[in-house]
């Protein structure tokens, strides 16, 4: 099969796509055959290796996974030994959190992972959506979301933030989305009730306050943002902050039980596909394409998202003329 191969951390020059063994289905496992996948801000981690304490996990000072990639979205072409949940031909999306190699043209998912079938008519290009689903939605539920409360997203229109932002009004929040001014309209298409253009004022000034604060895109601060808070209020980013000090003030608030800022780890349930795929059925969630790039042009698509100017997602379209597959 074809493959963004990397032997070695470094930045998106270290990516050959070659030749790679395709792998067959173990017991239990399902072989997908891979349309689309994307590069996110975790693939661009990893394939640099950052931050540094976290190639004690992912190998070091070589990293183990060799095929990155996160999100997936394909057909299944086999099934191993015991699976009783999916058949061949079946399409299907979802994330391979533990193996990525998703930038490839075959990949093997457990039966019991991540995995589910597509809502009927959905192309595979919009189906590689759950990273951000995934973020956001541990974020959401350490907040404890729920109807009638406020919350501003900073940094709405990225992979993250779109998730966020659709998320929390599938929960009956109200949402403020902080954007630059190209993406006012865009926010405004996926429900925000309130937009602010941080190129035109200073979201930290604004005369409001709210139940939660979102840094979907790590460039701002709990000290920063904190007067927004209401009593009893809580923020939170997807990042560590300088310093680290999103995980330290996580720490110091759950001690002193004031809850002032978390920093929830993503966790999978079994039931985080289904409820994806129900709001994605519902259309109370759905994917915002910034690009796409054939697997053999990957090395581009991250560069431009280490620009950190995407809106959305960036796809990788490992069968170039899927994009309008639907069937």
């Not at 932002?165 to 009730?193: C, Y």
């Amino acid at each position: 099969m074809k493959a963004a191969v990397r032997t070695r951390y470094g930045s998106p020059d270290v990516l050959d796509v070659r030749d790679a063994p395709t792998p067959a289905a173990q017991e239990n496992e399902v072989l997908v055959k891979v349309h689309a996948a994307t590069v996110n801000r975790t693939d661009c981690g990893m394939l640099r290796g950052r931050p540094l304490f976290a190639r004690l996990f992912f190998g070091f000072p070589k990293p183990k996974q060799h095929i990155l990639g996160l999100d997936f979205a394909g057909e299944i072409e086999a099934v191993g030994a015991g699976v009783t949940s999916f058949k061949s031909g079946e399409r299907v999306f979802g994330m391979s959190p533990s193996r990525y190699g998703a930038h490839a043209e075959y990949l093997c998912v457990p039966e019991s992972g991540t995995i589910t079938t597509l809502p009927e008519n959905t192309p595979y290009q919009e189906a590689v959506l759950c990273e951000g689903a995934w973020y956001a939605g541990g974020i959401l539920r350490g907040f404890g979301v729920k109807s009638g409360d406020k919350i501003l997203i900073y940094g709405a229109s990225g992979a993250i933030g779109i998730a966020a932002l659709q998320l929390a009004k599938a929960e009956g929040a109200e949402v403020t989305a902080v954007v630059a001014l190209r993406h006012i309209e865009l926010v405004k298409s996926l429900g925000a009730d309130h937009v602010i253009d941080y190129t035109a004022q200073d979201f930290t000034q604004i005369d409001q306050t709210f139940n939660f604060v979102l840094d979907a895109v790590g460039k701002t601060t709990y000290f920063k943002c904190r007067k927004l808070l209401k009593p009893g209020g809580t923020f939170s980013a997807t990042d560590l902050g300088p310093w680290g000090q999103n995980a330290w003030l996580a720490i110091w608030s759950s001690i002193t039980r004031r809850k002032r800022v978390i920093f929830p780890l993503p966790a999978l349930s079994k039931t985080f596909m289904s409820s994806v795929k129900t709001l994605m059925e519902a259309g109370l969630f759905r994917a915002v394409i910034d690009r796409s790039y054939p697997l053999d042009e990957i090395a581009n698509a991250y560069r431009y998202v280490e620009t950190e100017q995407k809106t959305g997602i960036v796809v990788i379209s490992v069968i170039p003329d899927d994009r309008n597959d639907s069937a």
